[in-house]
């Protein structure tokens, strides 16, 4: 199957091209087969189907920017088409292909677009968006499920096979001038590794300058292993719940073959804030040298505003996801149905959340977690935090998941864990500003565990009596089933982040169930 390729169409030319268009010139294209079925709808703007293979769309006049049409094989969406202006009217016409060789298919943009080119479309598989510029459409296709295949990002309680980690890299940007952040930092990182190890193993990504340094650390690492692997290019930074490819299982329903896919969901340094090469460019290379195939995306998202119960629901926040510093243009519902291409996802839950509160506007993973189907841990703001639009934003939240569902129509069963008390665990060059909502706000939120093979990797943070109380609520809710281990994190707070947020897991093709 071929990888995501583009096509230019330039509607101000008439040449041929090689497959004979009278209009338009296409290229890079190749091997790709037309698929035409039913068209339905989502977005702005009215689309109409004659049921024999020709359907046309005209923007509304509250949506004009947004026209979507999807074409479908029994009602199965398999092509988007999105316009980024939608002037005008936007058709496609066609009859469904015989099995040994494809039709030939016109499409028009304003009149003006025609070829006859067999290969604009992956048979069944293609995701097509389509947006006018000064003078031609670019059209991108990428793989996307058929009705023979199934996608689904597994729930975190599945099986896994590994989770990934990475050494903080003296060449990343917090810690240049700062070596004793950059030695705390590892010293967190190297923690959480060593409890993870207890249950599965571990392949930790390393600068080759630390190379020396990290094997000689887990030398004698227990368990199941931590693998060390040296680093390319340096400059990694230590949040792999961003930065590393989101897995998904791929599933053909005819064969029941499973695949381990990759999506690569185009990190831009949280809405470029933080960006540099070595992050944004490091889930691509990472799916190359494993050889995982990757699924790309169309939309710019991490990991970690991503919660998913592996049976079709997914919490997030709309402060980071409906985002111009991420998504410029893209309506929510845009984004949902991409994530459920990419993720299998069929219910969404959203949250407000907080845009500029921090560097991830409102990543859900400090504050909303799945820990099996139908129980949501949230985290509650400390005792001692004085009313701020952070405790808004929290009491929003608590708010919005009880009343909801998810996907198999339960209610939510809601389990709190308050965050502990600010003096006790916040410098004093934040403590000022921690305690009134305002500037920097450390995470120090018990629900960025991570759940492993068996077990659960529970953050402490120094005080005593509320890390002590969110251990006894983790085995609660978690039971006798998986061991809770807690980790003390003092540094990754600090950075904006914890143990959720510098790890990925990558599921079992096998996995099944909960383990």
């Not at 977690?369 to 139908?374: H, Q, S, V």
Request: include cysteine; charge should be neutral; aromatic fraction near 6%.
């Amino acid at each position: 199957m071929n990888s995501p390729q583009e096509a230019q169409y330039d509607t101000h030319t008439s040449r041929k091209d090689e497959y004979g268009a009278d209009e338009g010139a296409i290229s890079k294209v190749d091997g790709i087969r037309p698929w035409l079925g039913g068209l339905v709808s989502s977005g702005g703007g009215v689309v109409t189907h004659d049921g024999t293979g020709t359907a046309t769309g005209e923007p509304n006049e509250t949506n004009h920017h947004n026209l979507i049409l999807r074409w479908a094989l029994l009602q199965e969406p398999q092509i988007a088409a999105k316009s980024a202006t939608s002037q005008g009217r936007i058709s496609a016409t066609g009859k469904p292909w015989p099995t040994t060789h494809s039709p030939r298919r016109k499409r028009h943009w304003d009149g003006s677009l025609c070829s006859k080119r067999p290969g604009v479309f992956q048979s069944a598989r293609s995701f097509l968006t389509v947006k006018k510029l000064t003078s031609s459409l670019l059209v991108s296709a990428s793989m996307v499920p058929s009705r023979g295949i199934s996608v689904c990002r597994p729930a975190e309680w599945a099986k896994h096979a590994r989770t990934i980690l990475a050494w903080p890299s003296p060449k990343a940007a917090p810690y240049k001038e700062d070596r004793a952040a950059l030695h705390r930092a590892t010293d967190d990182v190297s923690s959480i590794a060593e409890a993870v190890a207890r249950f599965e193993p571990v392949s930790i990504l390393v600068d080759r300058e630390c190379l020396p340094q990290a094997e000689k650390r887990f030398r004698s690492t227990h368990g199941h292993g931590i693998h060390v692997h040296p680093l390319a290019r340096g400059g990694l930074d230590v949040w792999m719940r961003d930065m590393a490819p989101t897995f998904t299982i791929e599933t053909n329903n005819t064969s029941r073959k499973r695949e381990l896919r990759g999506v690569a969901f185009n990190f831009n340094g949280w809405g470029n804030r933080f960006n540099s090469e070595a992050c944004s460019s490091f889930a691509k290379e990472y799916l190359a040298d494993a050889g995982i195939r990757p699924l790309s995306s169309c939309i710019t998202a991490e990991g970690g505003a991503l919660e998913i119960d592996g049976e079709g629901t997914l919490l997030a926040s709309e402060s980071s996801l409906v985002n111009d510093n991420r998504n410029p243009g893209r309506t929510k519902s845009q984004i949902e149905a991409e994530l459920s291409r990419t993720l299998g996802v069929t219910k969404f839950i959203w949250i407000p959340g907080l845009k500029d509160g921090d560097s991830t506007d409102f990543h859900i993973d400090a504050y909303a977690r799945f820990a099996r189907p139908g129980v949501v841990v949230v985290s509650a703001p400390s005792e001692t935090e004085e009313a701020s639009r952070w405790t808004d934003a929290y009491a929003e939240a608590r708010e919005v998941l009880a009343s909801a569902t998810d996907a198999k129509g339960r209610k939510l069963e809601i389990v709190e864990m308050q965050e502990p008390r600010v003096g006790k665990v916040v410098p004093g060059e934040y403590l000022a500003a921690v305690k009134h909502g305002c500037g920097h706000r450390p995470v120090h939120s018990y629900v960025n565990f991570l759940i492993v093979n068996g077990g659960v990797v529970l953050p402490q943070f120094g005080d005593g009596m509320t890390d002590k109380r969110a251990a006894k609520t983790a085995r609660r809710v978690f039971g006798k089933e998986r061991e809770v281990v807690p980790v003390l994190i003092r540094e990754l707070p600090l950075l904006g982040g914890g143990i959720h947020c510098s790890s990925q897991e990558v599921p079992c093709v096998d996995g099944g169930g909960s383990v």
